[in-house]
């Protein structure tokens, strides 16, 4: 069967009932905050970093109760005919409220049993203290990140003998975000950025061949208000789709879009055509900045640096200033 033309059996979640099929649905995934973390120590420690992924995760996991499910349609056995026999459930099938929180559950007790301890900041984070490797999950994907390629391949052997599961080597693409390093320096200083996603957003909403601006709102920014009944209406649906692709910018690798994004969020519900414009004026700023980057790089004193920029550009590698307004 060609790769190309793939069935998945889906169980039809929807219909289960709470504290009958199904108790805790929540499934964690490693924070934005945490995987930059991980990146930047392993900059900064001059570490290795491999990308991992599990093929069919929730399917690894043992149902958690009794759940009966109707058999396919157009799947018929001659034995056991449709409109009479219904399947047991004995794995998380994907489609099922709980499937995420039981991998999440069987993949951490994995991992704890190889000895390695969830972080108290984020229990998808886990820290192998005395052989200093760290390994970040999001659902079916994850980074490791040790001194050694043997201790990489020692974490993915492991995992590897109750997963099916895929070695991606050092990670070019995780979550959205474009990850490098030199190619003659494995060890190297860690660029991140999110040029492509950016692209893909802006031909999202046709605003690929957009005029690029300078700043990411104008001064009229911080007196956008609700809309009143003489402000004509903006279309929601199209609004909200906007602001929430832009907010997955905002929160991995564009601090300097994050304030207004933050601002037109609050819009959402019923948003007028002024705030359309000016969702489409933060559109255009992110036209003219696609190659901002920002650079994990170790100093000689093993300091973090770092420089936000576009990284096309040739520069050193200078220390990383915040500045915050506290007028406001």
Same mark, same amino acid.
């Given at each position: 069967l060609s790769p190309h033309f793939k069935a998945r059996f889906v169980a039809k979640g929807?219909?289960?009932?709470?504290?009958?099929?199904?108790?805790? @649905?929540?499934? %964690? &995934?490693?924070?934005? @905050? /945490?995987?930059?973390?991980? *990146?930047?120590?392993?900059?900064?420690?001059?570490?290795?970093?491999? $990308?991992f992924d599990v093929e069919t995760a929730f399917l690894n996991s043992l149902i958690? +109760?009794?759940?009966y499910i109707e058999q396919p349609e157009g799947f018929e056995h001659p034995d056991h005919p449709r409109k009479d026999y219904v399947f047991q459930v004995n794995k998380g099938l994907y489609g099922l409220k709980q499937a995420g929180s039981l991998y999440n559950n069987d993949q951490k007790s994995k991992l704890i049993q190889l000895g390695f301890t969830p972080s108290e900041?984020?229990?998808? &984070?886990?820290?192998?203290?005395?052989?200093?490797?760290? &390994?970040? !999950?999001?659902?079916?994907?994850?980074?490791?990140?040790?001194? @050694?390629?043997?201790? =990489?391949?020692? &974490? =993915?052997?492991?995992?590897?003998?109750?997963?099916?599961?895929?070695? $991606?080597?050092? %990670?070019?693409?995780? *979550?959205?975000?474009?990850?490098? +390093?030199?190619?003659?320096? %494995?060890?190297? %200083? =860690?660029?991140?950025?999110? /040029? !492509?996603?950016?692209r893909k957003l802006l031909a999202k909403f046709s605003m690929e061949d957009c005029n690029s601006v300078k700043a990411p709102c104008d001064q009229k920014a911080a007196y956008l208000h609700r809309r009143t009944e003489a402000e004509s209406p903006a279309d929601a649906a199209l609004y909200r789709s906007m602001t929430s692709s832009i907010m997955h910018l905002a929160i991995w690798t564009r601090p300097d879009?994050?304030?207004?994004?933050?601002?037109?969020?609050?819009?959402?519900?019923?948003?007028?055509?002024?705030?359309?414009?000016?969702?489409?004026?933060?559109?255009?700023?992110?036209?003219?900045?696609?190659?901002?980057?920002?650079?994990?790089?170790?100093?000689?004193?093993?300091?973090?640096?770092?420089?936000?920029?576009?990284?096309?550009?040739?520069?050193?590698?200078?220390? $990383?200033?915040?500045?915050?307004?506290?007028?406001?």
């Open positions: 929807y219909t289960q009932v709470a504290h009958i099929d199904y108790e805790d @649905t929540f499934a %964690p &995934v490693a924070k934005a @905050t /945490s995987v930059r973390l991980v *990146l930047a120590l392993a900059a900064g420690r001059r570490h290795l970093v491999n $990308l958690d +109760r009794e759940i900041a984020d229990e998808c &984070v886990f820290i192998s203290a005395d052989k200093r490797i760290i &390994v970040a !999950t999001y659902v079916d994907d994850g980074l490791v990140c040790a001194d @050694t390629q043997e201790e =990489i391949d020692w &974490v =993915i052997s492991e995992l590897s003998k109750h997963y099916k599961l895929r070695n $991606l080597g050092s %990670p070019n693409k995780f *979550l959205g975000m474009d990850i490098s +390093r030199p190619e003659n320096d %494995p060890r190297g %200083p =860690i660029t991140v950025s999110q /040029s !492509t996603y950016s879009i994050a304030w207004i994004t933050n601002k037109l969020c609050q819009f959402n519900q019923d948003p007028s055509e002024l705030h359309m414009a000016a969702v489409k004026h933060l559109l255009r700023y992110i036209q003219g900045t696609l190659n901002y980057a920002f650079t994990y790089s170790p100093s000689n004193d093993n300091a973090l640096y770092g420089l936000f920029t576009d990284y096309h550009d040739n520069f050193d590698y200078t220390p $990383l200033h915040g500045y915050s307004d506290a007028s406001g």
